[in-house]
């Protein structure tokens, strides 16, 4: 299984077949994050940077969207640990734990709060992604990290 390096990736929900998106590309404070159909667009493209010593047992990233190219101008994060609220974008650090499921797909652990909450797209009706609780095999829960690029040093 690849663990992600630093780059900038689409990440695809692999039971919904959804795309992890920034709503409308807008990254205002509480914007919601959703699940939507490839479209190839910015709204679709995340900066992923390890937090840890490459070769480290720990699998700690910082997930932060790639709106307007500043490879990573802010964050999504949950309101609560409650599932019914809605993940959204926010200028405040969010880290998850990738915890690999088979096949290059990963859970999306949350790190702050409860250690048993996941990123999630729990309804095919309402593509809101939200937290929930981990359920062992289940799709909606899985992410699959698709390399867009490399990230490009400060200044260029």
Request: hydrophobic letters at 35%.
């Given at each position: 299984?690849?663990?992600?390096?630093?780059?900038?990736?689409?990440?695809?929900?692999?039971?919904r077949?959804?795309m992890?998106?920034?709503?409308?590309?807008?990254?205002?404070?509480?914007?919601?994050?959703?699940?939507?159909?490839?479209?190839?667009?910015?709204?679709?493209?995340?900066?992923?940077?390890?937090?840890?010593?490459?070769?480290?047992?720990?699998?700690?990233?910082?997930?932060?969207s790639?709106?307007?190219?500043?490879?990573?101008?802010?964050?999504f994060?949950?309101?609560?640990?409650?599932?019914?609220?809605?993940?959204?974008?926010?200028?405040q650090?969010?880290?998850?734990d990738l915890?690999?499921?088979?096949?290059?797909?990963?859970?999306?652990?949350?790190?702050?709060?409860?250690?048993?909450?996941?990123?999630?797209?729990?309804s095919?009706?309402?593509?809101?992604?939200?937290?929930?609780?981990?359920?062992?095999?289940?799709?909606?829960?899985?992410?699959?990290?698709?390399r867009?690029?490399g990230?490009?040093?400060?200044?260029?």
């Amino acid at each position: 299984m690849s663990f992600p390096n630093d780059g900038v990736y689409t990440i695809r929900n692999t039971g919904r077949d959804l795309m992890l998106d920034l709503t409308g590309n807008n990254p205002a404070e509480g914007n919601q994050i959703q699940g939507f159909a490839r479209n190839g667009t910015v709204a679709q493209q995340w900066v992923i940077k390890r937090q840890n010593e490459p070769g480290s047992a720990n699998k700690t990233v910082s997930i932060q969207s790639n709106n307007e190219g500043n490879n990573g101008n802010g964050c999504f994060a949950a309101a609560s640990e409650d599932s019914e609220e809605p993940v959204v974008y926010t200028r405040q650090a969010f880290l998850v734990d990738l915890v690999g499921c088979g096949d290059n797909n990963f859970t999306m652990c949350f790190t702050l709060g409860k250690k048993n909450l996941v990123l999630s797209i729990p309804s095919a009706k309402n593509s809101a992604v939200k937290l929930e609780n981990c359920t062992a095999g289940s799709s909606r829960q899985h992410w699959e990290f698709i390399r867009v690029s490399g990230l490009q040093p400060i200044g260029n």
